[in-house]
């Protein structure tokens, strides 16, 4: 394995990611996504890191969530995974964009059919009366999508976010933790590292 501190944030996040994937950690694609609303009010939520890389880092959702709405509003976001199993922690801030059709269709494609239909069916983020209700949505689109492969919904797709800035924690005794920020110059993949006291 390469030697850490490493000169490229993604590197470095690929094999902390791989690290976690390896040991107890449930859930290790689990990322805290942070935005603000209108009134620069900050909420904060769980999603799925589905895929990373130069481009940055994707998760799915809704168009008509309250993130998508913040989003639409303030497109900067913040994401954090926390991965107790090895005592680590990351955190990036950058810029959220929708991504393409054709990529959002094809990651829909290779969803299971009940979460196809759950897409669907959940009005996300909105007031439910009852869990009956939300059943009788789930039958219904079932029933309409019998036999068929289920389309993506025109409300529903996926951000990139695109990364200014990493930060690495490792966990340390007497909380003298290991902490290194990179963060990007320009519009290119470079970036400027620094160590950070604890």
Known sequence: MPKLPLDDPLDWFRIWLDEATESAQPQPTAMSLATVDS???PTVRIVLLKSFG????????????????QLRANPHAGLCFL???????????GRAELIDDDTADAYFASRPRGSQIGAWASRQSRQL???????????????????????????????????????FWQLRDDRLHDRWRFDRVGDGWEWERARLYP
Not at 145 to 153: A, C, E, I, S, T
Request: proline share 6%; aromatic share 14%; net charge positive.
């Open 39 to 41: 009134n620069a009010r």
């Open 54 to 69: 130069r481009k940055g880092f994707v998760f799915y959702t809704n168009l008509k969530s309250a993130k998508a709405d």
């Open 83 to 93: 991965w107790e199993a090895v005592g680590r922690q990351v955190r990036i801030d």
């Open 129 to 167: 009366d009852d869990r009956q209700t939300l059943q009788q949505r789930v039958e219904k689109y079932g029933d309409q999508f019998d036999g068929q492969p289920v389309p993506r919904p025109e409300f529903w797709s996926g951000y990139r976010v695109v990364p200014r800035r990493f930060e």
